[in-house]
Nanobody
Framework: QVQLVESGGDVVQPGGSLRLSCEASRSISSIYPMNWYRQSPGKQRELVAT??????ALTDSVRGRFTASEDTAKNTIYLDMSNLSAEDTAVYYC?????????WGQGTQVTVSS
């Protein structure tokens, strides 16, 4: 019912920046709130950011380095990441809520190394 596609993951050096995108199959205003999560090997998924109607909330560990935003015309939300460190290495997922259920994308890999 809701398809989500993340993109933008890459291998970057410490201190680098990336923009992640999540494109939805329908108007994002109909599937708020949307969230960014991440999952590192051996760990459970961690909530990173929440966005609804351009209002955002960020988890403490990324606040000041990451920002979440949206482009409703493109059915897309973004996660802008800066000053990346090895601790940010993870698969990043977006999800959305619709009609009592949550939907997940396939994830995009962010690797911070060298």
């Amino acid at each position: 019912q809701v398809q989500l596609v993340e993109s933008g993951g890459d291998v970057v050096q410490p201190g680098g920046s990336l923009r992640l995108s999540c494109e939805a199959s329908r108007s994002i205003s109909s599937i708020y709130p949307m969230n960014w999560y991440r999952q590192s090997p051996g760990k459970q998924r961690e909530l990173v950011a929440t966005i609804a109607y351009s209002k955002t909330a960020l988890t403490d560990s990324v606040r000041g380095r990451f920002t979440a935003s949206e482009d409703t015309a493109k059915n897309t939300i973004y996660l802008d990441m800066s000053n990346l460190s090895a601790e940010d290495t993870a698969v990043y997922y977006c999800n959305a809520y619709h009609s009592g259920a949550y939907y997940w994308g396939q994830g995009t890999q962010v690797t911070v190394s060298s």
